[in-house]
């Protein structure tokens, strides 16, 4: 058992952490679907004033929560005030049902990763997709497999488990995404990819975007579940969290504008939909992969890529409830894990199974999986945010000055995180509400 709480070996390893939990389907899978679906390059400018104006408050102040309290979630709020125990357990608590629904796409980019080595031109993936999520029992166990995959590293404990995994994953993501740019770059037409994604249409602005954008950001800064939080307490220097803020989402920005340049040029080269939405990894770039000569290598690069992605991202979404659960119940990593397998299988098999003999169970109109994921992604981290700032901003009292020295930008910072970014997020989770 551990008594001593984890820490990382160097600051380096941190940030590569952060940025492994951040970059990841949000920024390959989801972003480039959401552009494509909201308009292209105009979305992209809503999306990165968002990011620059709005999005780097919450995600320094859940870095600074922990940092300070150097607590996992729910000791974090407790410590600060015992009433907030509640609203720290609805972090771990968003984990497990993220979770549910993102190890189902995990588990997508294994079959893929062993489709690559099929002769692709025997494929229509559309049909080939439908059938993937319909059919119940491998569909499960796909799911299981990702599910194993991400506990095995979490299991193993942060330096040997969390680090290694970002340490060896998040260079050799990087490699594979630049050979994939360089290809896709090199394709007849790719110019109009680029038009699309840089030369924004203003006429298309409208509030949908907005929140599409918004709710994007968080998603893909990993804000509004307590992993920064958590990953955050594991710092041990002093040293201000102000770079490694910049860092993340310069990085995180970095390689979803990358992941776009990868995509698009080859959607616009063979002159496919960009706004294909969730399917656009899974059934337009399959489709394009079997056009071209050794597809069946750029399609393996992709999905491992994908992976790689994925994982470092999954592993952070676990660390959230393992933390607490060792933290709080003093039991060991492996036991923990190993009960979080179970309670996350319970959730996730069901959401596996609403593509398939499950289809006609509806929630609100909605499938399990389409209900886990607007649950989360459209309530509760919207709602983890809104607490996390209002508990930042007037209880723990993080100022703007001990983020910047700049004594106007340390003003904006504290306006923004006492009612600037409140306010925009309850106002998200109304429009949330309501569609
Ligand atoms: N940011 C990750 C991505 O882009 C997903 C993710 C990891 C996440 N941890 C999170 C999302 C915590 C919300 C909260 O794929």
Known sequence: MEDKRPSWSSRVSFILAAVGSAVGLGNIWRFPYIMGQNGGAIFLVVYLLLIITICFIPLFAELAVGKITKKECVGAYESINPKFKLLGIMNPVTGILISSFYFIVGGWIINYIGLSFSNLKMFNFGEYFTELTQNSIPACGLTLAFLLICIFFTARGVKKGIEFANNVLMPMFAVILLGLIAFSLSLPNSHLGLEYMFKPDFSKVNAHMFLAALGQALFTLSIGMGALLTYGSYIKDDKSITKSTYTIIFSDTLFALLAGIMIFPAIF???????????????????????????????????????????????????????????????????????????????????????????????????????????????????????????????????????????????????????????????????????
């Open 269 to 435: 080269s063979f002159g496919l939909e960009p706004n294909s939405g969730a399917g656009l990894v899974f059934v337009t770039l399959p489709h394009i992969f079997a056009q071209i000569p050794h597809g069946e290598i750029v399609s393996l690069a992709f999905f491992v890529l994908l992976l790689a992605a994925a994982v470092t991202s999954g592993i952070s979404i676990l660390e959230v409830p393992v933390a607490s659960m060792t933290e709080r119940m003093k039991i060991s990593r492996t036991k923990a894990c190993t009960i979080l397998f179970f309670i996350i299988a319970a959730f996730a098999i069901p959401a596996t199974l609403s593509f398939g003999i499950l289809g006609d169970f509806k929630i609100f109109g909605k499938n399990i999986f389409d209900c886990l994921d607007f649950v989360t992604s459209n309530l509760l981290m919207p709602l983890n945010a809104f607490f996390l700032c209002i508990i930042a901003g007037w209880f723990l009292k993080i100022k703007g000055n001990s983020f910047i020295n700049n004594k106007f930008v340390a003003f904006l910072f504290d306006i923004g995180l006492k009612f600037v970014v409140p306010i925009i997020l309850l106002l998200l989770l109304y429009i949330g509400l309501r569609a």
